[in-house]
Structures are given as C-alpha cells and as structure tokens.
C-alpha cells in the first residue's frame, strides 16, 4: 500500500494520516523522490548546496512507441496522450502550476521495457508541449504523420480548439487587447513549451520556488521526437555491452575506432536526392536571365504548358530570340529561335496560368471582356482553397475557399479576431459559380469575376505575363476550419493571344525535392558566413536535419537496411501544485547559429583544436514560441526580462562549453560545461551527453544566484565552443530560457 500510494504521485515533503508509522518510509521517498536522481546546476552559491528535488505532486505519461530500423529517423509528431483523469478533473477551469519535468527513453522488448541508452536511439532532439482544453497541437495529418518534409517543415502549429471546429481562433491574448501585464488567467492559456535534445535526462528541468508555468485545464500532452536508430544489428550484440559499430554512409566523418555512430549527425547518404534546378518564368524580373540551350527551352516549356506542348526548333524573325512559348491553329507549341535577332511578342489580350500543388487551379484572364476564370479543384467533402499573391498566410492574401458541399467564400486570409493562423474575414462576394461538380473524388468549381478587386479588399488580376505567388490548403472536415495540409506554390501567366517569352528566374536547390531554405544570417546575430560555414552553402551541405527527414534511412542506397525493428518510447513525469500566486515564466529562445531562414544548425571543421561560434544580440530579439504573435505588445507594456532557468542546447560528441555574457557589464551570466558519460549504462554513455547543467536564479533560494533585470536593449553576448579534431555535422548551440516578463504595470 505504501508503495502504490507513492507510485501515483504523493506529495514531496508532505506526510499522511499515518504519520507516525510511515515517516521513515516517507522520508525515504521524498530523498529518492526525483525520476531520475540527483542534479547539479552550473551556477551553485559557494558553500550552499542545491537541492534538486523537484516540487509538488507529479503524474507520469509514456508515449507511443516508434518502430525503427537500423539508421532510420522518426521525426513526426505523436497523437496526444491524455492526462490521468483525476488530474484533468481537479484542474477543470483551474490553474495548475507545473514546478518541472523529467523524461527517459526505453525499448519495448518482450521481457518489459528497459532503459535505452543514446547510442542504441539518439535523441537528436524532441518538442514536446502540455495542452490544455483550450489549446490544440495540429499537424500535416491526423494520425500524426508528416506530410514530405517533416519536423520543423510542417510546424506543430498551437492554435485553439474553437478553431479547430471553425470558430474563431481564441489567441491568448492579442495586441491590440494588451493595455497592461495580462492576468495570471490569460497567462495561463499558453501551453509549456519543451525543446531539448540528448542532454535532458541528467540536466535539471525545473523552476526555482516561487515560480512555475502556468496551465488552465491541462489535458493533453504532444511529442514530436527527433530519433535515430543506430543500435547495432549484428549477430551476437548484447546491449549491455556498450556501443558497437554498424555500417555507415560513405559521407559519415566518424573516424574508424569511433565510440559514437556516425548517423548521428544525418549524413546527406546517396539516398538522397540533391538536385539544382532552373526556375523559368516570363522575362519580367530584373534577375531574369536568357535561356541559351534548346533542351533547358524545351524543358521550360514543359514547365510552363505540360508536357503535350510540341516543340519547334527554327530560325524565325517573327518571334523573339531564344526561348518562347505561344498558340497557333495545331496547339500549344515551345520555341527555340536560333535567329539572333528576331520580334518583341506583341499585342494579345488574353492570358491563361494553371497551379497543380494540394490543389488545382486555372487561371483565363480576358482584358477585352474584362474578367478572369477560375478553376479550382480539390479533394470532394472537405474544404480546400487558395490564396492570392502570397507564400504564407501572414501575409493576408485574398483568398478562394470552397466548403465540403462546394459552398464558395472569398476571404482576407489571416485577419479578423481569428488572427494570422485562422480563415480571416468573409468578404462581399464577388464571384459568380460558372459550374460545381465533383468526378472521382474530386470536386472542381469553375468561376468568373472582374479583373478589378470590388474593394480595397479583393484582388484585382492583372491582364499580363508574370508569377503569381501563391497559397494553398486542404482541410479535413466539410466545414472551413484549420487546415490538414498547406503549401506554397505559383502560377505563371502566359499570353494567349500572342507569344510569351522564357527565361531563367531563379535557381531551384532541393534534397528529395524539398526546398533548400537554410539562409545564414549575418553578424552581429551570428558569424557563420564570417566563417564560411560550410552549413550556409548547399553546395557544400553533407548533412544534418535537411537530409534527416521522417521515414528517411540514412544509409547509402546500395547498403541494405537490416530487416529487424526495435519499439521505443519516451516516459515524462510533470511536477505539479495547486496556483497560489506564483510568478508565472516564460519560454525563450535563442540559437547562436543564427539563421535568416530554414532550421538553425552548423558544422564543425577541422583544424584547430576548438572551432568556436559567437552570437551577438539583445532580449528584444528573443524568440517567444508560444507566443510570437505578441511579441510586439510585450515589448510595448514591459522593461524588460529576469533569466529565471537558463538551459543550453548542444549536441554530442563535439559539445565543450557554452556562455552567454552581458555586454552592458561584461559579466558572464551563465556558463554551461558539459557533462559526458564514461561507461555503457544508460546515462552513463561514453562520448555521449550526460547532461547539460542548467543556470538557475532566484530571489528568495539562498543556494541560487539572484536574477539580474535585464532591460530590452542590453547587449548580450552567447558563445558556443566545440571541439574540431573531428569535422561534426549538423550541430547546435541553442539557448532555451525561462524568464519572468517585468512588466510596466
């Protein structure tokens, strides 16, 4: 009885009815009470130890299992698991105060779970958020599985669950609703955010006394792990007995003898596809340069018309040199004139686009009549639309939506009470439905309408060649709500009635036909591009989390994937007290490897012994995950923040050391050494992270550091050092920060 009833969460330092009989059992489970024992933080007071026992009751959840095979990845985002019902119950339109979290990972085998240890699956990183029945976590697909791409490429969206069934989206709170510091109540509708990777089982994950994340009516938990399977299939592997080697990748840089799996770091293997394409488009940008071979004429063309278009190659002073595409009496038809002079296209007044992406669409713009002619298509029973002169919904495009039943709506995409994530405003209808039908599951509506936007509000098309940027969605219930699947896309607009010139735009740089994004920002932020850094350059891209991707081996293609599977999962264990008036945190978040674009990473070279990364920045830059929306309004009503819990982000084996330093005073805040496992045992692994230290600060805790007020504008300083004997790919050195807003009022 005693063991049960301290398995289901009893209170940490509290005592029962039987007092006197148990308090040598209780005192015995309140010093062991810690999921995964004791902690040391990075920043202890001389002479006070820290006692790392978290506070309050807790409650345990496990994941679903990830089935893998050797050098596979599993990157997607999990279902939701419930919390226990009693939890969910007594926190029914009440505030939880959650005081911390633990986590492992184990492998299912047939004899009961076991702890797994890094190098068996590692835990490259995981996001993982606690919802409540406010809030929602959605992505690509119900069941949790990402569309091409996966991870950060379709983001685990937080929106609410009015949202969901087609209401308006309930933001926590929004700018223009901020006249003052929010109450703890609407505080308490963001759900706690968790971003960590190998580091987490040994480093302390809590709030110091007096704090804690504040969470109305939680219900759920969402976990998106980032794993790689690298557990050795070899004929007579005993776990137990430490890492072994597996085959890897001819690109892999683990030196032979390493005690660490080169898959580790996602070696860009011949599985994937690294392509640099030609963008053609219609001559109307300044970047717009000739085509000069028939065979790049030819295949713009295809791109433009389909691939029924005929293809002429001749001499002809009626068209215009190189590259074109037109109509005649026998079809569509693709031009290379050789002649070296040659016609401008004149004249035509009607010009036709077509998009084929989540959706379909055509587009037949007439200038004499004054009208254009949408077709649009999308899977029957659900809603799909698109989105006008735009590649993402905060940039508030007008916007086509079609209901289950074929019910068409324009909309301002992104505005209204629902915010940038939601439908946004009905708009006056304009369109007039040609047709609506649907043919083997496919609902097409045909469209008509003037050039010229109704109001300020609509669209107005334009009777000329170019590019259209373009959204598009597809949701899955009838009525519009949130969208299943969404994208970016483009249509170009070719003259009908005469002839429309191509050119080369731009360059297309892919890996398995996802675009290459990475984009490294440039000092003071970070000095990547200083360093020439080979991660900033797709040409010089070998690996990381663009070749790292869901359902991705990272083998090469002519080495087999060993046929054996192997079940893991994660188990969490939250820390919890009723809300009585602690000082609620925030999540923050900053990345020394800074990127303009695409997800933040960097590679190590060799050469020196350390190769060594600085960031320059100051609070106001600080990403806000859960609330980035309000950023601005933040900024606004405060002075500025108190670094509460500082928790670095690194990986092994290269990791030796991060700081961030206060400029303003030239005084290191925090300083986090990493601490390495020597053995086989899991969180004793050799080359592996153990643990990386948290900076903890309070003002009451006399075995913590007092926070220093930071003000928006103060200069801040991080600095990330690895170790370079080695060239390491894909690394990181993020700074995860928990910090109490100092708001004005």
Excluded at 635 to 652: K, P, Y
Excluded at 658 to 670: Q, S
């Amino acid at each position: 009885k005693l063991q049960f009833l301290y398995l289901i969460g009893q209170p940490v330092g509290q005592t029962t009815m039987m007092q006197g009989l148990l308090s040598v059992c209780l005192a015995g489970a309140a010093a062991a009470a810690n999921m995964n024992g004791d902690y040391v933080i990075a920043n202890p007071v001389e002479g006070r130890p820290f006692a790392s026992d978290h506070e309050g009751e807790w409650f345990e959840l496990s994941t679903p299992t990830a089935k893998m095979q050797y050098s596979g990845v599993y990157w997607t985002l999990m279902p939701e698991v419930a919390l226990p019902d009693d939890v969910v119950r007594r926190f029914d339109g009440k505030i939880m105060a959650i005081t911390g979290w633990e986590a492992d990972q184990y492998r299912r085998t047939k004899d009961g779970d076991v702890k797994a240890p890094m190098y068996e699956v590692y835990n490259h990183h995981f996001e993982a958020r606690l919802l409540s029945n406010k809030t929602a976590q959605l992505v690509g697909l119900k069941d949790g599985v990402l569309p091409p791409g996966g991870g950060h490429r379709v983001k685990t969206d937080i929106v609410s669950r009015d949202a969901m069934a087609g209401r308006p989206l309930l933001e926590p709170f929004t700018p223009s609703d901020m006249t003052a510091a929010p109450a703890p109540e609407t505080i308490a509708k963001v759900p706690l955010y968790i971003l960590h990777g190998g580091e987490y089982r040994k480093s302390f994950n809590g709030y110091p006394v007096g704090y804690a994340h504040l969470l109305e009516s939680p219900t759920t938990l969402g976990v998106a792990p980032m794993l790689v399977d690298t557990m050795s299939r070899s004929p007579g592997y005993k776990p137990e007995g430490g890492f072994a080697p597996g085959p890897l990748p001819k690109v892999s840089t683990a030196p032979a003898g390493a005690n660490y799996s080169g898959l580790l770091e996602c070696p860009c293997s011949t599985r994937r596809a690294m392509k640099v394409t030609d963008v053609y488009g219609t001559c109307t940008s300044s970047r717009s340069t000739r085509i000069t071979s028939v065979e790049s004429c030819f295949a713009a063309g295809a791109a433009a018309l389909g691939s029924s278009a005929r293809n002429v190659t001749a001499a002809r002073a009626d068209a215009p040199a190189g590259c074109s595409v037109g109509h005649d009496g026998a079809g569509d038809f693709v031009l290379f004139n050789t002649a070296a002079g040659g016609a401008a296209c004149a004249g035509g007044t009607t010009f036709a686009g077509a998009m084929t992406s989540l959706t379909q669409m055509g587009l037949n713009v007439d200038s004499d009549a004054g009208n254009v002619t949408i077709t649009l298509s999308g899977p029957d029973g659900v809603w799909f639309g698109v989105g006008f002169d735009a590649q993402a919904m905060g940039d508030q495009p007008y916007g086509l939506l079609v209901d289950g039943e074929g019910t068409v709506e324009e909309h301002r995409i992104g505005t209204g009470a629902g915010g940038l994530r939601s439908a946004g405003t009905v708009l006056a209808a304009q369109v007039e439905v040609v047709s609506n039908g649907v043919s083997g599951g496919v609902r097409t509506v045909v469209l008509t309408r003037g050039l010229v936007g109704k109001t300020a509000q609509h669209y107005t098309f334009a009777a000329a060649t170019g590019v259209v940027p373009m959204i598009n969605a597809v949701g899955d219930t009838s009525a519009i709500a949130y969208h299943k699947l969404r994208t970016a896309s483009q249509v170009t607009m070719l003259n009908t009635g005469s002839c429309t010139p191509l050119c080369v735009e731009s360059v297309s740089k892919t890996i398995d036909g996802i675009p290459f994004d990475k984009v490294c920002a440039d000092e003071p932020y970070t000095d990547l591009l200083k360093l020439n850094n080979s991660v900033c350059h797709f040409e010089t891209y070998r690996g990381g989390l663009e070749c790292c991707k869901h359902g991705v081996f990272l083998l090469d293609a002519d080495q087999a994937v060993p046929e054996e599977t192997e079940e893991y999962f994660m188990k969490f264990r939250f820390y919890y007290k009723e809300y009585t008036g602690q000082t609620p945190t925030v999540r923050m978040m900053w990345e020394t490897e800074k990127m303009r674009s695409g997800t933040p990473e960097y590679d190590v070279p060799t050469g020196n012994a350390t190769y060594t990364l600085t960031s320059r920045f100051t609070p106001k830059d600080l990403g806000i995950p859960t609330l980035d929306q309000q950023k601005a309004a933040i900024h606004r009503l405060s002075d500025g923040v108190e670094l509460i819990g500082m928790h670095a982000h690194c990986h092994a084996p290269s990791c030796l050391r991060m700081e961030l330093w206060n400029r303003a005073t030239n005084t290191l805040i925090c300083g986090v050494d990493p601490v390495y496992g020597n053995g086989t045992a899991a969180w004793d692994e050799k080359a592996y992270l153990q643990a990386l230290p948290p900076c903890l600060f309070s003002h009451t805790n006399p075995a913590l550091q007092k926070p220093v007020p930071l003000a928006w504008d103060t200069p801040l300083e991080s600095i990330k050092v690895d170790a370079s004997g080695t060239e390491h790919r894909g690394v990181m050195g993020y700074w995860n920060l928990d910090a109490s807003i100092l708001w004005k009022q």
